[in-house]
């Protein structure tokens, strides 16, 4: 048993380190993107090459002129496409272990998204990080150029969201405060049958899922950069149900109560 104790907590030791240090690195991914376009923009190669990971084995045959080239012609698609005064966002980073081939990140590296915007449109960067040196290994806009959405409808849309897991601690509450009979099954209900939901994309709207269940308390909330931030909620039927089954009981109560009194 202390063996076993002593083996969980160095697990669970190495992990705690191992996320501290992984969400240190995340945070500097974002200075690290900023410096690198920055200097690609001003068309300072030079300067750029320092934040790329030239000293990996990815490089070791590439000719630093025909790198500087390709360093140009991704400077006029960013400056064309957003302008030179941009703004930097980190959105996630992330290492994939796949069976599949081709679906995992590659050995001792680490894919980042990184948002950029102008006043009126941002895009974003993909972004394969050296983690020996948390520089740039690969980078690459993705296929986005969207307006920048007004976050005033989203956050209000979040309003609405958080009445959901509000309404069903509520009927928790007053299931527990109730003489009904098996009371976990009821709690079951109110937490899981949250179905359909509805999402807030701040970038793409409303959409509705009909077989998409909000488990725990019926919302989901994600705000990682414009494209990723949405709210979600369901429609609370577990909790909708069982308030109309505490309401009705009450009711008949009362009814009865009034049948003997009179």
């Known amino acids: 048993m202390n063996r ?3 083996t969980l ?3 669970l030791t190495v992990s705690l380190f191992t996320s501290c240090d992984f969400i240190n690195n995340a945070f500097t991914y974002k200075d690290t993107t900023k410096g690198f376009i920055e200097a690609l923009i001003e068309e300072d190669y030079e300067k750029s090459l320092t934040f790329m990971a030239i000293e990996n084995a990815a490089f070791k045959n590439t000719n630093i002129d025909t790198l500087k080239l390709g360093l140009g012609n991704f ?8 302008g030179k005064e941009l703004n930097y966002k980190f959105v996630t980073a992330e290492k994939t272990l796949s069976t599949l081939e081709g679906e995992s990140t590659a050995p001792n590296t680490t894919l980042a998204q990184i948002e950029f915007s102008n006043d009126e449109e941002f895009g974003v960067f993909e972004i394969t990080f050296d983690d020996s040196s948390n ?3 690969y980078i690459k806009t993705l296929d986005i150029k969207e307006k920048i959405p007004s976050m005033t409808l989203f956050w209000l849309f979040g309003i609405l969201a958080i009445c959901i897991p509000i309404f069903n601690v509520w009927i928790i509450r007053k299931i527990k405060k109730s003489n009904l009979k098996k009371k976990w099954l009821k709690y ?3 937490l899981f049958l949250n179905v359909p939901a509805i999402t807030y994309s701040a970038v793409y709207g409303l959409s509705f899922s009909l077989l998409s269940f909000q488990i725990l308390f019926g919302i989901s909330f994600s705000y990682m950069g414009y494209l990723s931030s949405a709210w979600t909620f369901g429609i609370p039927l577990g909790g ?5 089954k505490l309401y009705k009981k009450t009711n008949d109560e009362t009814t009865e109560n009034k049948i003997i009194t009179e």
């Open 75 to 82: 400077q006029n698609i960013i400056v064309k496409n957003f």
């Open 188 to 190: 079951i209900a109110v």
């Open 135 to 137: 520089k740039i290994l």
């Open 4 to 6: 076993l104790k002593r």
């Open 240 to 244: 909708l149900y069982w308030f109309w």
């Open 9 to 11: 907590l160095l697990i």
